[in-house]
């Protein structure tokens, strides 16, 4: 069944406050905008300017199109053609910087959008040297809504807007008195800001209405700095008399003579509109699009409830991060993952106050919201999706800290919970923490309480053998569900499993369980021992693989290694030696793969503390000594590092 699609969701418009960019003769270049779209059949989208030295004018097709719609009325008020497109291209809007009609077009008509024609430009580009690039206009519907009022009488509106542009044409009064209602309704959701002393207001038209009013006193629209961005079209466009109700001179307003009894309803009416304009979304200012339009209980009613905490641990390699991926995450889960640390901090994970530059190149501080509140704000809209937030070794960072009092939201609820009219389903915090930095950005109102939604669940994994990093308190630990992963080879892929190391003839799971008896042995030196095992997943199979080329002729790899080391040194390779010892690099670096993870680890940490225990350390006196006749020999010789009792485990059917 063919049905619709999610509303889009929209970015905020910036209100552009501080803009110094001016557009004067508004009236004059809002004509043209409209006049244009008449003459070009109504187009979406209207590349409107063309380059002419460090200027722009009319598009060449463009010219003709309005050559040929305006030939009547150029025709009775004896315009030419040449004459109509030179006085159209001294209109503001081929010599207005960009910015300027951004703010008059989208911020106070919102009539349409104004893009350069190269949209690799910035909207400052036009700031400095005078030079004007191509720009197009992408009109919005509120130019259908003029459209309806111009084609009920065409002709008299079209010199209306002729006339405005500039052109001495006859025009019906009472036809440019409905344009200038027209444009002021469209313009009443405009915002504009002053300067009063050490504040700043922020006001709109329906502010003057209100406090004229009140007072019937003249109301100050200068402000005591600079006017900047929409106030100085706001001061255009009363000064050219576009709002019927106002009376502007001199920087200050008062109530318009011919609609002094009408303004009071029209007031009404606006304070209305803008009532209507306002109304929120289950409190979000820039929701997306899946829960665009869904009131707050029935946001939650719709949300799923697979929302948990699971706190999964293990020894190092036992499985951890595939269990999560295998059990945990279905296919349509959306996953983000992350990885604490020492140096991770709340302000990484929660969020944290930062320098913005803005357009005008001055600098605010903004909350910048962590990986933990960008996920719990796209869970909470979105509520039918799940969310999993990954945090691999969670141990190794100060995770009471991190969390801060975000670790209150750990506690969920079991059942579903009725608070404030709505109820929350299972799997929702059970208590909503204040934070009005996530707050806002999560549910656009900094004062709602923050809780974890249903449908996020946070996962975390730990190496037992890194307790000793930072120390998970029981608090914290009650807070999930622990779950032991099972350091086993019974679901352990064979090609893993029964894969050889190297030419050692010993598998990984022979090797691996019989070091980790060895390891859980060592109980007497080490506390804590089992911790230290290996995991059945401590390697992959690329670590164990052997390299042919690491087999020498004279069984001496290292011997070979070394003459061809000291030709390289002399400068005396030949090209056949040159490729021999390139080879032998690459076998080299395979090699040690396994060495430098599994036997260092064995001495530097599973055995640390005694390592006689593992190693024939009569023989073997330094970890390098060990790495390096792994390295070299061959075969079962390899594990002559090891003590003779570990080597005859491995292979039984000779004399250690």
């Not at 090609?495 to 008896?517: G, H, M, P, R, Y």
Request: glycine share 6%; proline share 4%; net charge negative.
């Amino acid at each position: 069944m063919n049905r619709p699609d999610n509303i889009l969701a929209y970015d905020e418009m910036d209100l552009k406050l501080g803009i110094k960019s001016s557009l004067p003769h508004v009236k004059s270049t809002l004509a043209l905008a409209i006049l244009l779209w008449e003459c070009s059949d109504h187009p979406a989208e209207l590349i409107y300017s063309e380059q002419n030295g460090d200027e722009t004018v009319m598009a060449s097709q463009l010219e003709q199109w309005v050559i040929a719609y305006l030939a009547d009325i150029c025709e009775e008020e004896h315009i030419s053609p040449d004459d109509l497109i030179n006085g159209l291209n001294q209109n503001q809007l081929f010599k207005s910087q960009m910015e300027a009609l951004m703010v008059a077009f989208e911020l106070v008509w919102k009539l349409a959008k104004v893009n350069f024609v190269d949209t690799t430009k910035a909207a400052s580009a036009e700031r400095t040297g005078g030079v004007r690039f191509p720009k197009k206009l992408t009109y919005s519907v509120n130019i259908d809504i003029i459209h309806s009022v111009i084609s009920g009488n065409e002709s008299a509106f079209l010199r209306v807007l002729l006339a405005w542009t500039g052109f001495n044409v006859n025009a019906d009064p009472e036809c440019e008195k409905t344009l200038i209602y027209l444009l002021t309704a469209l313009s009443e959701g405009a915002v504009f800001k002053l300067s009063d002393g050490t504040k700043d207001v922020i006001f709109n038209q329906n502010s003057i209405y209100r406090k004229l009013l009140e007072t019937s006193d003249a109301v100050d629209v200068n402000g005591d700095k600079e006017a900047k961005g929409p106030l100085r079209i706001l001061k255009s466009l009363l000064s050219e008399g576009m709002n019927p109700y106002l009376q502007y001179s001199n920087g200050t307003v008062t109530i318009a003579a011919p609609n002094s009894e009408k303004i009071e309803d029209y007031q009404k009416r606006v304070d209305t509109l803008l009532r209507l304009n306002a109304t929120k979304v289950i409190g979000l200012e820039d929701l997306e699009a899946d829960t665009e339009g869904i009131a707050l209980d029935d946001l939650e009613e719709s949300r799923i409830n697979s929302g948990t905490n699971i706190l999964l641990y293990g020894v190092p390699g036992s499985g951890k991060s595939w269990t999560i991926e295998h059990e945990y995450c279905k296919v349509d889960s959306y996953v983000e993952r992350l990885v604490f640390h020492p140096d991770y901090t709340y302000s990484d994970f929660v969020g944290q106050i930062l320098p913005d530059v803005d357009d005008e190149g001055l600098v605010t501080y903004k909350f910048t919201p962590g990986p933990f509140t960008t996920i719990m704000r796209d869970a909470y809209r979105n509520p039918t999706q799940e969310y999993i937030l990954i945090i691999e070794e969670i141990n190794r960072g100060n995770a009471p800290a991190i969390f801060g009092e975000v670790f209150q939201l750990l506690d969920r609820t079991l059942e579903p919970k009725k608070d404030h009219e709505v109820v929350y389903p299972a799997g929702t915090s059970e208590y909503g923490i204040t934070n009005r930095y996530m707050a806002t950005v999560i549910y656009g109102d900094g004062g709602h309480k923050v809780r974890i939604p249903s449908n996020l669940s946070v996962i975390g994994t730990m190496n037992t053998s890194d307790q000793n990093v930072f120390t998970l308190d029981t608090a914290f630990q009650r807070r999930w569900n622990m779950r032991l992963i099972e350091n086993t080879f019974e679901n352990v892929r064979p090609s893993l499993a029964n894969a050889k190391i190297l030419d050692t003839e010993v598998t990984w799971e022979t090797f691996c369980t019989t070091i980790n008896k060895l390891v859980v042995g060592n109980r007497a030196k080490m506390a804590s021992a089992e911790d230290k095992r290996l995991g059945v997943y401590f390697v992959h199979e690329s670590d164990l693989e052997f390299d042919d080329r690491a087999i020498s002729p004279d069984n001496d790899l290292r011997g070979e290694y070394n003459v061809l080391l000291k030709a390289e040194r002399d400068g005396n390779l030949t090209p056949e030696q040159k490729g021999r010892l390139y080879d032998i690099r690459e076998a080299l670096k395979k090699i040690r793969k396994f060495p430098e993870k599994v036997i260092k680890y064995l001495w530097d940490d599973a055995f640390k503390f005694n390592p006689e225990a593992l190693f024939d350390t009569d023989n073997m006196e330094s970890l390098e000594q060990v790495i390096r006749t792994f390295v070299y020999s061959r075969g079962r010789d390899r594990f002559k590092i090891f003590k003779p009792t570990v080597r005859a485990t491995f292979y039984p059917d000779t004399q250690a």
